[in-house]
């Protein structure tokens, strides 16, 4: 039998819910009455984030959690955001995916820098940590 906690994380990997309250009634639907308090802290022990004004789920498909992807100046940057120490997997995994149009990167501590030749690059790399991402 599947816990509320289960279907919550089902529900955050494969809809776009912009609030806590949503996912409430949501959970409500399918049987599971939950209060909000509650499922802000499943959202935090999961690690899930805001990512273009929905909860997302960390990608960690490489060792590493994505927390956001970030677009700015047209598309031509693009800012990824992990935990402390996991910027140099990231930036090495943007590198290695051989995404037409990658110019290069820079990583930080938890933060990577990707320069890009401009918006279409920029979905592809959100597309490599299948996180949306907003131009």
């Known amino acids: 039998m ?3 906690k289960e279907h919550l994380r089902d529900l955050v990997a494969s809809r776009r819910f912009r609030t806590q309250r949503d996912l409430v ?30 909860y997302a789920l960390p990608d960690e498909s490489l060792g590493a ?15 990824l955001r992990t935990d402390p120490a996991f910027a140099s997997v990231l930036g090495q995994a943007v590198d290695d995916a051989g995404i037409s149009g990658v110019l290069g990167t820079i990583a930080g501590d938890d933060t990577v820098f990707v320069a890009t030749t401009g918006p279409e690059t920029a979905r592809a790399i959100g597309g490599l940590f299948d996180l949306p991402v907003e131009i």
């Open 2 to 4: 599947s816990t509320w």
């Open 25 to 54: 009634i949501s959970l409500a639907s399918r049987g599971f009455e939950v209060h909000q308090g509650s499922v802000s802290r499943e959202l935090q022990r999961l690690g899930a984030t805001k990512v273009m004004g929905a």
């Open 65 to 79: 959690p994505v927390h956001a992807v970030h677009v700015t100046s047209g598309g031509c940057l693009v800012v």
